[in-house]
């Protein structure tokens, strides 16, 4: 095959495509679809949620996903009625009902009123090496909020959505993946609204629309299609369902409403007194002030620079005298550096707490300190060491922590050198 341009002809692999119902097994929570080897599971978390996995071996993942707050055991039962026909079988809760159709195997959501949402189309629920997706129908009048830190108008539909995080210093209106990975979306139309969370921790992406008009569709580099579906209609209830789901933060505290002043970065205590003293001559409301990096020794967390911000605790009481807020940033890269009595780096290698690679080896990118090292917070051990870190800001008057690149995103290589990272 000649060589155009300098890349080589590609065939794209086919799509393996889950076949027709074989036999179906239920209990209290779940639905079991065997389709040969293929199995499709329908779990019903309450009214309005239900989970959709498919794994084409027929054994699924003894795993749960770290995104979710509530796994499928804790969620009280809940009654539903399960009706088979010739050509589907219906799971009804006191919400919605689902159909799943027998051959081929697809699922179809109605609401009470029989308003179809969230429906499966050709081809459906498919895989191939490295990758498994699901395919849906795009409704009329239809559109699509959320995608987590997308740049563009609120509605993303047409658009692609890649769920891999990026460090997107300069990005613009088609920018596609940035800051923050979070694969949810609510898809909202006259009447009738869903959410969809997909639930992978893997390479992912949602097209809605752009390659084919009418259809979106969800890919992961995962070994199953894993993922919830959450009836509304309201937004509001979808994403009470969600947080639910997922999560939800502490009320946080009430002046963390107020007017924030941030910005990258002030090199010197002098500057950030400086920027206190003209927010208060001009009578511009303000009540807290963000220190970025370079309060920092070298880009080392959880130290000061001892020439440029030589007495930390003074500054920020100064600034409390003066009403304001100090928020330092956090970024949880750790400076590789051996030898230099750098406490967090020592303490972090002498009992283990950093990531490593299958073979043992320290696992390392490069972030603001350059080559770092990083807290395995699968780890309980680890994020206890790594709250009580913290005191070491709060002792001296910080009040809020800037949790910074808390999703990772890092550089193949130092951030000054040349070249694509």
């Not at 750790?334 to 967090?344: G, I, L």
């Not at 290698?349 to 320290?362: A, C, E, I, P, S």
Request: aromatic fraction near 14%; include cysteine.
């Amino acid at each position: 095959m000649p060589q155009y341009f300098g890349q080589l002809h590609t065939t794209e692999q086919p799509w393996s495509t889950i076949g027709a119902v074989q036999a179906i097994q239920q209990d209290k929570r779940h639905i079991l679809f065997k389709c040969g080897d293929p199995c499709l599971s329908i779990s019903v978390l309450s009214p309005n949620l239900i989970r959709v996995r498919m794994t084409p071996t027929g054994e699924f993942r003894p795993r749960r996903s770290w995104a979710v707050a509530q796994v499928d055991e804790e969620w009280p039962e809940v009654p539903f009625e399960v009706r088979e026909t010739a050509d589907a079988v219906e799971i009804k809760t006191q919400q919605l009902r689902i159909a799943v159709y027998r051959n081929p195997c697809r699922i179809q959501c109605f609401d009470l009123a029989g308003q179809s949402f969230a429906q499966d189309t050709e081809p459906g629920m498919s895989w191939r090496t490295g990758a498994i997706a699901g395919w849906k129908q795009i409704e009329a009048d239809e559109h699509f909020y959320g995608f987590g830190e997308p740049t563009g108008l609120l509605d993303q539909r047409s658009k692609v959505r890649t769920n891999w995080t990026y460090d997107a210093l300069d990005y613009d209106v088609l920018t596609d993946n940035m800051y923050q990975a979070i694969p949810f979306f609510m898809a909202l139309r006259p009447g009738v609204g869903y959410g969809l969370f997909f639930n992978t921790t893997f390479w992912s992406q949602f097209d809605i629309g752009a390659q084919q008009p009418g259809v979106w569709r969800m890919e992961t580099q995962s070994t199953e299609l894993d993922y919830y579906i959450i009836y509304g209609p309201e937004p509001a209830k979808i994403i009470h369902t969600y947080t639910q789901l997922t999560g939800r933060m502490p009320l946080p505290p009430r002046w963390s409403l107020g007017y924030h002043q941030c910005r990258w970065s002030y090199e010197s205590q002098d500057v950030v007194r400086e920027l206190a003293r003209e927010f208060r001559q001009r009578r511009i409301p303000c009540d807290v002030i963000h220190l970025d990096i370079d309060y920092m020794k070298g880009y080392r967390v959880f130290t000061w620079s001892p020439k440029r911000f030589a007495d930390p605790k003074e500054l920020l009481h100064d600034l409390k005298q003066d009403g304001f807020k100090p928020v330092t940033i956090i970024d949880p890269g750790v400076k590789y550096e051996p030898e230099a009595d750098y406490e967090v780096f020592d303490e972090g290698l002498k009992n283990d707490y950093f990531v490593r690679k299958t073979d043992g080896q320290l696992f390392h990118g490069y972030v603001w300190p350059d080559k770092a090292v990083f807290p395995d917070f699968m780890r309980a051990e680890v994020r206890q060491w790594w709250g009580d870190l913290h005191k070491s800001l709060t002792d001296v008057g910080v009040a809020g922590i800037w949790n910074d690149m808390n999703e990772p995103a890092i550089s193949d290589r130092p951030f000054g050198d040349e070249g694509a990272k």
